[in-house]
């Protein structure tokens, strides 16, 4: 298979090295992170130097060939050793649902194999880390084709949070939609939501957005209501953390918030995700696990206090948008349109491999 052109590579991997452009650095510095564990790459996740759901999902699945790629022991122990693994990868954040997908289908690869032989299993754990990384440059770029038809000349759109390159294997789900428009030559403008607390969207979609010139504005997480009064917004697409069977999303916290004024003012509101971020389990958004940070994340910016030392705070990560407030779900199957429990069955094909 013929893997297309990303804008860059922000996960590499060689000679026993998985290698993470540290996305905590960005956008001062462009330092790269060598993790040759999975202590390694379990801290790079929870830390958050690679983030986005795609992203850690492929993260994760060079981590389990890291875990794993020493063992010594016969059959029996190497599948409870990528048992033990697996879930000790699958700790490190909860709500992105790449992280799970990723594991699950190195699991299933090894156990369904035949193969006994231990050295040749460990390859097959390599092998599908690889194809989950590749594969992902494919859902993305299908994500920009499909998403960029619903976009025209002159429009503006909103993102929340970062959904780009950095966030997946360098193209992006929102940002995808933005890099299509652009190789098409359509002019076009972005907002970009600065996304408190840790900034994704002033700090890492604004670098990839800068670094590709395309034309973008970023504003404050309250600005999006008034622009979106005056005319100013023509559409918004965010990424997803995991999506529920009902269409109901989770993402970056805000985002639901973004939703609500899309829909007040009649705008056109687009989630864009790979089929690998639906979660086949969660019937709606209640089953959706929604990972609380850090209190300093709220109370501080850079290591800079903000609050007072003691001050409480409330730091849930993402939120769950309702599928009432989505118009569409950009997937690599197509843009899905509510209603949902009819759309996703394409979805639900994909994963159950029909
Ligand atoms: O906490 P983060 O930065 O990992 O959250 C990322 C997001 O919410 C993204 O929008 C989502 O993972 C989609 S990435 C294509």
Redesign the pocket.
Same mark, same amino acid.
């Given at each position: 298979m013929k893997i297309p052109k990303v804008p860059f590579s922000p996960i590499r991997f060689s000679d026993g090295t998985l290698f993470l452009l540290d996305q905590r650095k960005l956008p001062s510095r462009e330092l790269w992170l060598a993790c040759r564990t999975s202590l390694s790459v379990w801290k790079a996740i929870r830390h958050?130097a690679v983030? &986005? *759901?795609? #992203?850690?999902g492929i993260a994760a699945g060079y981590g389990f060939y890291l875990g794993v790629k020493d063992f010594n022991g016969g059959y029996r122990a190497f599948m409870k050793a990528l048992d033990k693994q697996s879930r000790y990868l699958d700790s490190a954040?909860p709500t !992105?649902r790449n992280l799970a997908y990723a594991l699950e289908r190195i699991l299933n690869r090894v156990s369904g194999s035949g193969e006994r032989d231990i050295k040749k299993l460990k390859n097959e754990v390599l092998e599908e880390a690889k194809k989950i990384h590749t594969d992902d440059i494919v859902l993305c770029r299908k994500i920009g084709e499909y998403g960029s038809a619903l976009f025209g000349k002159g429009d503006t759109i909103l993102t929340?949070? /970062? !959904?780009?390159g950095l #966030? $997946?294997s360098g193209y &992006? $789900?929102?940002l995808a939609v933005f890099y299509t428009l652009k190789e098409k030559k359509i002019p076009f403008s972005v907002f970009v939501d600065e996304t408190r607390p840790?900034l994704?969207g002033a700090r890492l979609t604004a670098w990839e957005l800068t670094k590709s010139g395309i034309p973008a504005t970023l504003i404050c997480d309250n600005m999006a209501a008034s622009l979106m009064r005056d005319g100013k917004i023509q559409g918004v697409v965010? &990424? *997803?953390?995991r999506i529920a069977m009902n269409g109901d999303t989770a /993402?970056?916290i805000g $985002?639901y918030g973004v939703a609500v004024l899309a829909k007040v003012h009649k705008i056109p509101f687009y989630i *864009?995700?790979p089929s690998t $971020?639906f979660d086949l389990k969660a019937k709606t958004g209640k089953d959706i696990p929604i990972e609380e940070r850090p209190h300093a994340e709220v109370r501080e910016i850079h290591g800079k206090q903000l609050a007072p030392k003691g001050m409480k705070v409330f730091n849930p990560?993402?939120d769950v948008t309702p599928h009432r407030y989505i118009s569409g779900i950009i997937t690599e199957a197509g843009v899905l349109k509510p209603p949902f429990s009819f759309s996703l069955k394409k979805i639900k094909e994909i994963l159950s491999g029909k």
């Open positions: 958050m983030r &986005g *759901a795609p #992203a850690i954040r !992105a929340h949070c /970062n !959904a780009g #966030a $997946t &992006g $789900t929102a840790l994704q965010v &990424g *997803a953390d /993402n970056k $985002t *864009a995700a $971020t990560s993402f």
